[in-house]
């Protein structure tokens, strides 16, 4: 498994990362663990999750994810050799997150929120720490589709979110730090606060990223490339758009969009159009949808390590089988050539 270099660090993650947004309910705790035993098995020690998981959020399975991902740790005593990422929810209504507050992104709750989630991973440090998305307004999951909108309301100041975090890495219960969900200006605040006040440096930016959505180009791949805060990228079939499954308004048994109706990012007026487009493609060249798209999104030069998540462990084996993709210039031209009639249908 190729490995990359987190940020500035030297921590070296592989190339995939194991989403577990969907541990505890989509995927019960046994096909958890066997999909965790079979990335680990590839050489993929690295699992992302939230405090929030699992989606879609309610009260009654906030953290269950990491709980799982806690006991399996536990239950194979390997967390030393492992890398987890886990995030701290942005601003949000889902008073249920905080226990009856509004949440935000404050140094007490920070503080509240890491040692929950220590506490349901069973360890006592976290590699990665994230800010799932931020406290103040910005337009996020799909929101800018209507043009831009200009928030007066600031929030939480950086300053104090990123001494929270600081704090916890002094403390030795955070290794590193990153965004999520974050615009390039964000970013660049967080960078600047840092070395004005000799704070921990944000690492990785985790956004969304595929070949329906690549606004990430637009400003943060630049800054993911010159300050080295590598791209988690999630998404990268777009909730399973990619594979062509959804195409002709079909609604698989069983899959999330079946499930949950909650594909509202990948039902615009022009993605059906897109998505067709690169589900012909990925048949051209003789590769599985799904894998096409996922070898596009981890060979770009800005990404660390490419976050996917699968329902069972067939999907999972076309994934990894992604890897073995040798991705040509021919693939990158007609992908652009796509690329630049219809941009970004599912920002």
């Known amino acids: 498994m190729e490995k990359r270099r987190l940020g500035r660090t030297d ?14 309910d989509q995927i019960n705790e046994q096909d958890a663990a066997a999909q965790m035993d079979a990335c680990l098995d590839r050489g ?3 699992f992302d999750t939230a405090e929030l998981y699992t989606v879609p959020p309610k009260p009654e399975t906030r953290g269950e994810s990491e709980r799982i991902v806690g006991r399996w740790m ?3 005593k390997n967390r030393a050799g492992m890398i987890i ?6 601003r949000s209504p889902m008073t249920w997150i905080r226990d009856g507050k509004e949440t935000r992104l404050t140094r007490e709750q920070i503080v509240h929120a890491v040692d929950r989630s220590l506490e349901n991973l069973q360890t006592d440090y976290i590699d990665l720490y994230q800010l799932h998305w931020p ?25 104090e979110t990123l001494g929270a975090l600081g704090e916890l ?31 921990p440096r944000m690492v990785s930016i985790q956004n969304a990223y595929n070949l329906a959505n690549r606004t990430f180009e637009l400003g943060l791949a ?7 805060v590598g791209l988690l990228a999630y998404s990268p079939i777009g909730q399973g758009a990619l594979t062509g499954k959804y195409l002709g308004g079909q609604l698989p048994k069983g899959s999330r969009g079946e499930l949950f109706n909650r594909m509202s990012r990948y039902e615009t007026p022009q993605a059906e159009e897109a998505i067709n487009g690169y589900v012909e493609l990925a048949n051209k060249f003789g590769v599985h949808p799904a894998a096409f798209a996922m070898q596009f999104v981890t060979t770009r030069p800005f990404v660390t390590s490419n976050i996917f998540g699968a329902h069972g462990m067939d999907q999972l084996e076309i994934i990894f089988s992604s890897l073995e993709v040798d991705w040509s210039a021919e693939m990158e031209r007609a992908v652009n050539e796509l690329h630049g009639r219809i941009q970004n249908p599912c920002p």
Request: charge should be negative; proline fraction near 2%; aromatic fraction near 8%.
């Open 11 to 24: 921590l070296d993650v592989p190339a995939l990362c194991l989403g577990t947004m969907m541990f505890g």
């Open 44 to 46: 993929i020690n690295f």
């Open 74 to 76: 536990a239950a194979k």
């Open 85 to 90: 990422a886990t995030k701290v929810s942005g």
């Open 135 to 159: 406290d103040r307004g910005v337009q996020n999951f799909g929101g800018a589709r209507d043009g831009y909108v200009h928030y007066d309301d600031k929030g939480v100041s950086f300053e």
């Open 169 to 199: 890495v002094r403390a030795g219960k955070i290794r590193h730090i990153g965004v999520s969900n974050e615009t390039p200006f964000g970013v660049m605040q967080f960078l600047r606060q840092a070395e004005i006040g000799s704070q």
């Open 222 to 228: 630049e800054i993911a490339m010159e300050e080295q």
